[in-house]
């Protein structure tokens, strides 16, 4: 009974030992010095209070440019199996690729010229 997905199966159970093994062990083997400051939240160095002298808040602008990051990002991601199988998919392909690009570009134009992508 050789099954294509028995090396998946075996590869997805030794990821998953190697995890619960890691996280087992470093809670056994690990300090356990808890003190307030070790387990309060961490907001990226910033004091959590209303009196940070950094006014304590990021401004919009820091979260839309890295969700425009994230986007283009996986756009990358999904045009690396069409250029991989370009001569295969025909014009159906490149159209639907073209597509693809249309769409995305679209919105990246909008807020470009919005100015969402300016940092100050």
């Given at each position: 009974?050789?099954?294509p997905f028995v090396p998946i199966l075996v590869m997805?159970?030794?990821a998953m030992a190697m995890t619960?093994?890691?996280l087992g062990l470093s809670?056994?083997?690990g300090p356990k010095r808890y003190n307030r400051v070790k387990v309060s939240n961490?907001?990226?160095g910033i004091e959590p209070t209303?009196?940070?002298p950094h006014a304590g808040r990021f401004q919009i602008k820091y979260y839309l440019?890295?969700?425009t990051f994230i986007i283009f990002d996986i756009e990358v991601v999904f045009m690396y199996p069409w250029a991989v199988g370009f001569s295969t998919v025909g014009v159906f392909g490149l159209v639907a690729m073209l597509s693809f690009i249309f769409l995305i570009?679209?919105?990246y134009v909008y807020e470009w010229r919005r100015g969402g992508l300016d940092w100050i």
């Open positions: 009974m050789n099954s997805m159970a030794v619960i093994g890691g809670a056994i083997v961490y907001e990226c209303p009196r940070a440019v890295a969700m570009t679209v919105p």
